[in-house]
């Protein structure tokens, strides 16, 4: 796969929150995510647990540690869901595991390029419209589906004004 252009810049980059810097007594790796377990707990209180871009988690050393990813994060929460009734219940702390269903990345505001299950590649305009989909699927589990409606008008209806380049 290539990505056909005359000038690419790839600017990316996630460190945690910088309030982690306060959490002096929790081990921590160099981008300031606090370490935890398959269980989420963190390597230094049992008590505290740590998901998505602020917890560094290797599930197996065979592995590189999760990605700081919505995919990751989203899954980490729904997980620690169950988790958080297991130990209020005094089961055992379930370990997580991530299914990893592809990415997606959103190249302009018509162009996009995504692998998906591990072995589908998708560009153009169906990898565009599986991105934006994903994308008011996210807003509709944050906001609600009327909010996210709401907010898919007021872009459709804003964006002859909306510049075309993303400088943020």
């Not at 300031?32 to 049992?46: E, F, G, H, I, K």
Request: charged residues 20%.
């Amino acid at each position: 796969n290539q990505l056909k252009s005359d000038i690419t810049v790839w600017a990316a980059g996630v460190k945690a929150p910088k309030v982690l810097e306060s959490f002096t007594d929790f081990k921590r790796d160099n981008i300031n995510r606090l370490m935890v377990y398959a269980t989420l707990q963190t390597y230094s209180d049992p008590n505290v647990f740590a998901f998505g871009d602020c917890a560094h988690c290797q599930l197996d050393a065979r592995h590189p540690p999760l990605g700081p990813r919505a995919q990751v994060a989203s899954q980490q929460a729904s997980f620690l869901v169950d988790a958080m009734a297991a130990r209020l219940n005094g089961r055992s702390q379930p370990m997580f595991t991530f299914n990893d269903k592809g990415s997606l990345v959103s190249l302009s505001r018509n162009k996009a390029v995504g692998e998906l299950l591990g072995d589908v590649s998708v560009q153009g305009y169906i990898a565009k419209t599986m991105y934006v989909s994903l994308y008011r699927l996210h807003q509709a589990t944050i906001h609600g589906y009327t909010q996210a409606g709401l907010l898919t008008m007021k872009d459709l209806l804003t964006r002859r004004v909306r510049p075309k380049i993303k400088l943020y």
